[in-house]
Structure formats: C-alpha cells, structure tokens
C-alpha cells in the first residue's frame, strides 16, 4: 500500500501583500476558498454570518467567498434573501492572483464541509492552502480535517452553525491565537504535506504497479 496525499506545491503558492479593499471597509476578513457545491456546506457558513451580524452585533467582520460551482447561484440568493450581500462577497470562479490575494489578507480561513461519511475521510486541499499562508482554521470535526490541520485549526460541533461562528469569533477576538495556530499549520505543510514529500511514494507506486522493483 502507497499513501499518496494531497498537498500543496510550496513553489507555486506565494503570499502576496494584504489588498485592504478585499475587507470592504472592516477589520477583518474571513475567507473561504473552495467548490461551491451542496456538500462544501456553505449554506452552514451562510447561517454562522447570519448569527454573528444579528445575534452577536458584529458589523466588523467581511467574509469572501472564492470560488465556482454548482450551487454558486443558489448561495448568492440565499445571501441576498437574508439581507446579507454587504458582508458575504463571492468572487465567483477567480484568476490566482485574487485567490493570493485573499488567502493573503484574511485572519480567519474557513472549511464548513459539512460532516458526512464522504468529507470525513476526503483531503480536503483549501486546508493545506490556509495553513501554508499561515492562516487558522475553523472547521467542522471530521476525521480527515483533523488530521490534516491538526493544531493549525479549531473544530466547531457537528453541522452546528453556531458553535462555527463562536469558533470564528474566538479566533478574530485573540490575535495570538491566530498567530500561534497560523505558525503551526506552516511548519506542519513544510515538514509533511506539502507535495515534495508526496513525490517519492507516488513513483514507488508506479513502479511497483509496472514491476520495475522486481
């Protein structure tokens, strides 16, 4: 057996410097980036907004939401319906001079896959993305999130939209925080999951497939 990961190439993904208008005038930017489909559970991110603007009175925060997919359309009406388009931007599908620049800028990076049998055991590549940038993470606990991120991310219960935003809100309220967990997921993708360490299994794996090592 061969474990080929997913991760991500060190060479190619670059911070680049803050772009302020990506906050939209606020303090904060908490960014997602990703598919935009029915099991990447933003309509849950969609409802932790809806409670940090209504129930917590928190106007500071701008959330940007990067990406294409399927239910792209769908979660831009839902947004507008809940009187939430001046705090959730969709970028829609982007070129990756955008998707640095809001990897680069945010404080907070979010993953609301929602927990399934499928997500539970799925790399998920927008993790590894947040943490080579240095970024904390707030996700929902599924098996595979956890191992990836592990201390580079707190873990909201399950589909729980509330727990989720708290999580936010824990993170944007304790800049040290950030800072620690944002250190922690760099040297975990340098040392173990970013793809140099993922090349020599993958050629083991198809030499052993085309029986060169016999």
């Given at each position: 057996m061969f474990v080929v990961r997913?991760?991500?190439?060190?060479?190619?993904l670059k911070r680049v410097p803050p772009v302020e208008s990506w906050k939209n005038g606020r303090s904060y930017l908490v960014g997602?980036?990703?598919v935009m489909g029915d099991q990447e559970g933003i309509d849950l991110l969609i409802d932790s907004v809806e409670h940090?603007?209504?129930t917590k009175r928190r106007e500071d925060i701008q959330f940007c939401l990067v990406g294409g997919g399927p239910s792209l359309a769908k979660l831009q009406a839902m947004v507008a319906e809940k009187g939430l388009?001046?705090?959730v931007h969709f970028t829609g599908r982007a070129p990756d001079?955008?998707?640095f620049e809001v990897l680069s800028t945010m404080d907070v990076g979010v993953?609301?896959?929602?927990?399934?049998?499928?997500?539970?055991?799925?790399?998920m590549n927008k993790i590894m993305e947040y943490m080579s940038l240095e970024k904390p993470i707030v996700q929902f606990d599924v098996t595979e999130g956890r191992f990836s991120a592990q201390d580079a991310s707190l873990y909201a219960l399950a589909n729980d939209p509330v727990d989720f935003a708290d999580k936010i809100l824990e993170l944007l309220?304790?800049?040290a925080q950030r800072e620690a967990m944002g250190a922690s997921g760099r040297r975990r993708v340098e040392s173990e999951l970013n793809w140099s360490h993922q090349i020599a299994p993958l050629i083991?794996?198809?030499r052993k497939a085309l029986r060169l090592d016999a």
């Open positions: 997913s991760g991500p190439d060190l060479s190619r997602y980036v990703g940090i603007v209504r388009a001046d705090f001079q955008d998707l993953n609301p896959d929602r927990v399934n049998a499928m997500n539970d055991k799925s790399t309220e304790d800049p083991a794996a198809y």
